[in-house]
């Protein structure tokens, strides 16, 4: 069975304070990772899609890397703009119907 | 690029009504959509897969006669809870996937607040 963990569940910053997320996962075939944001009472926001171990994309002030057994999102210099819930999911291959399978998420608070 | 629409954003009802949610893919032909079921500080727990023209999927658990699926065209997918409980309270998220879903990331609607009286 396909397990996504992130860690901490919950992470407050200074502005300008950079930080580090982490989410751990065992999948069979890994196709793709994923790392959205989700604003309170609304939809997940797309962010990045990993492939393979070395990967790295960046937006903004955010950077995600990949491993074969975990994927970082950092953070530089956050806004409070920034505060939101992070959320990471993985898409096995092999006849999945290309499911995903999402982990509980990072809530980040960055202050102003 | 790349929008999903769902609508309403927030329905209140009674015990017993069947409520209706669709979800539309603005500026994309989507192949497949998924819906998931979202509880408080939890994260997001797929329902079903539903591929245009077919049958949904549904996941282990989930009620195929409680939660109807229907993905009649390539831009429209509607959820349909029927005679719907307190129990069934809760937030709902479409999701929609491009042609040549493999390697392309699942977009998400703004989610449905069902509220059952």
């Known amino acids: 069975e396909d397990q996504v963990t992130q860690s901490p569940e919950a992470l407050r910053l200074q502005e300008g304070e950079s930080s580090s997320l982490n989410c751990s996962y065992t999948?069979?075939?890994?196709?793709?990772l994923f790392w959205y944001r989700q604003d309170p009472g609304k939809g997940p926001e797309f962010l990045f899609t990993?492939?393979?171990a070395g990967e790295e994309k960046e937006k903004e002030r955010l950077k995600a890397t990949l491993t074969k057994k975990e994927s970082f999102l950092h953070i530089t210099a956050p806004k409070p703009e920034d505060s939101a819930t992070y959320l990471c999911?993985?898409?096995?291959?092999?006849?999945?119907?290309?499911?995903?399978?999402f982990g509980k998420g990072t809530l980040l608070t960055v202050n102003p | 690029g790349a929008v999903v629409s769902q609508h309403p954003s927030w329905v209140i009802c009674k015990s017993g009504t069947s409520v209706k949610i669709e979800c539309r893919s603005l500026?994309?032909?989507?192949?497949?959509m998924f819906w998931y079921r979202q509880f408080p500080k939890q994260s997001l727990m797929l329902m079903a897969t539903?591929?245009?023209?077919?049958?949904?999927?549904?996941e282990q658990g989930v009620e195929k006669d409680k939660f109807l699926i229907n993905h009649a065209s390539l831009t429209l997918s509607t959820l349909t809870v029927t005679s719907a409980h307190p129990e069934d309270s809760s937030f709902y998220i479409c999701?929609?996937?491009?042609?040549?879903?493999?390697?392309?990331?699942?977009?998400f609607g703004d989610g449905t607040r069902l509220s059952i009286l």
């Open positions: 999701s929609a996937t491009q042609r040549g879903a493999g390697y392309q990331p699942q977009h």
């Open positions: 999948v069979s075939g890994l196709r793709g």
């Open positions: 990993l492939y393979s």
């Open positions: 999911a993985v898409q096995a291959g092999g006849g999945s119907n290309y499911k995903l399978t």
């Open positions: 500026d994309f032909q989507a192949t497949t």
């Open positions: 539903s591929n245009e023209g077919s049958k949904a999927t549904y």
